[in-house]
């Protein structure tokens, strides 16, 4: 039998299994055990430091400094335009009036791809955040657009430490597989078959995470 005969004779077989002997369930000792969390300070000076060594500019923040926060960015970054979530947090944080007080132009997050691209400044939170790795984890929904945190040229997500997990399944059961999810791990990296590194080629080019207290 030839090697193609005897692919072809391999799947032929596999197709005629049942759906429910598919797939042998996984043994106890192969599964990975969870990630047991440190005390919540620690598990959020690991995210943070996380984030920091990926080139992205954390801080522990107050309700009454944003308006303050948001105004230096506005001047470290030259923002003419930004975009937010429509999150009920945000608009408690108060957001987009700072911003619109600072002479920035606010755009829908529902505008067109062309529109929010022009952003300087995208403001979203996140729904889970991970301290080994310093990644957000974004899910998607009517008032939590992806574009937002996508194509602004600065990505701004402001957090609680309630959303800090140990590691991935509990994010995932939480979800349960709803809407779309963008993981974010430091600023847009991109590389070439040389491996020359660009920064901000296919997302942002910063990221700046402030963790409200």
Same mark, same amino acid.
């Given at each position: 039998?030839?090697?193609?005969?005897?692919?072809?004779?391999d799947?032929?077989? $596999?197709l /005629? %299994?049942k759906?429910?002997?598919?797939?042998?369930? =996984?043994?106890?000792?192969?599964?990975?055990? @969870?990630?047991?969390?440190?005390?919540?300070?620690?598990?959020?000076?690991?995210?943070?430091?996380?984030i920091?060594?990926?080139?992205?500019?954390?801080?522990?923040?107050?309700?009454?400094?944003?308006r303050?926060?948001?105004?230096n960015?506005?001047?470290?970054?030259?923002?003419?335009?930004?975009?937010?979530?429509e999150?009920?947090?945000?608009k408690?944080?108060?957001?987009a009036d700072?911003?619109?007080?600072?002479?920035v132009?606010?755009?829908?997050?529902? $505008?067109? /791809? %062309?529109?929010?691209?022009?952003?300087?400044?995208? =403001?979203?939170?996140?729904?889970?955040a991970? @301290?080994?790795?310093?990644?957000?984890?974004?899910?998607s929904?009517?008032?939590k657009?992806?574009?937002?945190?996508?194509?602004?040229?600065?990505?701004?997500?402001?957090?609680?430490?309630?959303?800090?997990?140990a590691?991935?399944?509990?994010?995932?059961?939480?979800?349960?597989?709803?809407?779309?999810?963008?993981?974010?791990?430091?600023?847009?990296?991109?590389?070439?078959?040389?491996?020359?590194?660009?920064i901000?080629?296919?997302?942002p080019?910063?990221?700046?995470?402030?963790?409200?207290?």
């Open positions: 039998m030839s090697s193609r005969e005897q692919i072809l004779t799947v032929r077989q $596999a /005629k %299994r759906v429910d002997a598919a797939v042998a369930p =996984i043994p106890a000792s192969a599964r990975i055990a @969870p990630r047991v969390p440190a005390v919540a300070n620690v598990e959020l000076e690991m995210l943070l430091d996380e920091s060594k990926l080139g992205g500019v954390t801080r522990r923040i107050s309700r009454v400094e944003i303050s926060a948001l105004a960015i506005v001047r470290d970054e030259s923002v003419k335009k930004a975009t937010a979530w999150t009920r947090e945000r408690e944080l108060g957001v700072a911003l619109r007080e600072l002479g132009e606010i755009v829908s997050p529902h $505008a067109d /791809k %062309r529109a929010l691209a022009e952003c300087d400044l995208g =403001i979203t939170g996140a729904d889970a991970f @301290p080994e790795t310093g990644t957000l984890m974004l899910r929904s009517p008032e657009p992806r574009a937002v945190s996508l194509l602004p040229r600065v990505h701004l997500a402001i957090i609680t430490p309630t959303i800090l997990r590691d991935l399944m509990p994010a995932f059961t939480e979800v349960k597989g709803e809407g779309y999810w963008v993981f974010v791990t430091g600023p847009s990296r991109t590389a070439d078959i040389e491996l020359t590194v660009t901000g080629v296919h997302g080019k910063a990221l700046r995470v402030w963790v409200v207290e």
